[in-house]
């Protein structure tokens, strides 16, 4: 929120570095957690938030149409994140399934209009536009209001393929995945997902290690194929891990 951009495209930018976040409820942040179950409250928080974004982003100079038209859905998206999570987030609502659903149907004629709206293939680009819709595709009274195309079914599928092969995956479902890589019509989501289950395959118990570009203690710059058949001690860490830099000095020493 304090940065501030110069140069080309400066309002762009700024406005961007505004956006809120997905995962955190979108405009969830501004509304006290002990009030969510007011709903005349939410309703004017959401409606002032998302007019003033929408007049920011109206205001902006020198951008595409295609770009303009995103933006406002993702505005849009944002609005309905915000009502979605608001279950997660209530002390009074209850994020059991049975509660969120009831809830859901209270507000299911507010958010229909905009899922409708932001039901298109030209904004899946939009990160939040996916996790609204692959989050009413989940639930039996938000579902309804989606448009669903062969092309959301088949991110939706291939997410979750994905979201499975980042932990321990059976053979037989491997199977299912070459399948779906074989037959699926959406060539881009196809190499997107290709990668990961490349990566399954290089990192499965008994493959060859991938080639990575070590520094030896000495300075030396080493592939690790060079140590082949030798025992090696690589050390993994990050400055942003405390205990990582507390273990530094040892390290080192």
């Known amino acids: 929120q304090k940065s501030q951009f110069k140069g080309n495209r400066t309002g762009l930018n700024n406005y961007l570095r505004g956006c809120v976040g997905s995962y955190s409820g979108s405009y969830i942040g501004y509304i006290d957690s002990e009030r969510l179950d007011d709903r005349a409250l939410v309703d004017r928080v959401v409606d002032s938030l998302s007019a ?14 295609e770009m303009r ?3 406002s859905a993702r505005v849009t998206a944002d609005v309905v994140n915000t009502y979605l999570r608001v279950p997660l987030y209530s002390y009074e609502i209850g994020d059991e399934p049975e509660q969120m659903e009831a809830y859901y ?7 229909c209009p905009f899922i409708r709206e932001i039901s298109q293939d ?19 009274v938000l579902k309804e209001c989606l448009q669903w195309t062969p092309r959301m079914d088949a991110l939706y599928e291939a997410a979750g393929w994905s979201r499975m092969m980042d932990g321990e995956i059976p053979a037989e479902m491997l199977v299912r995945v070459d399948t779906f890589l074989l037959h699926c019509p959406e060539k881009d989501i196809v ?18 290690a991938a080639d990575l570009q070590l520094t030896t203690p000495a300075g030396e710059n080493v ?11 690589i ?11 507390e273990e530094s000095p040892a390290f080192h020493r």
């Open 52 to 65: 003033a974004r929408r007049a920011e982003l109206k205001a902006l100079k020198g951008i595409s149409v």
């Open 69 to 71: 038209e995103r933006e």
């Open 105 to 111: 149907h209270s507000v299911k004629d507010r958010i």
């Open 122 to 140: 030209r904004y899946l680009d939009v990160e939040v536009v996916r996790d609204v819709l692959f989050w009413c595709r989940e639930s039996a």
């Open 191 to 208: 190499t997107e997902l290709q990668i990961k289950r490349d990566q399954v395959d290089r990192l499965r118990k008994g493959a060859p």
């Open 223 to 233: 592939m690790l194929s060079v140590y082949k058949g030798k025992p090696i001690y």
């Open 235 to 245: 050390d993994l860490w990050a400055t942003w891990c405390g205990s990582c830099l």
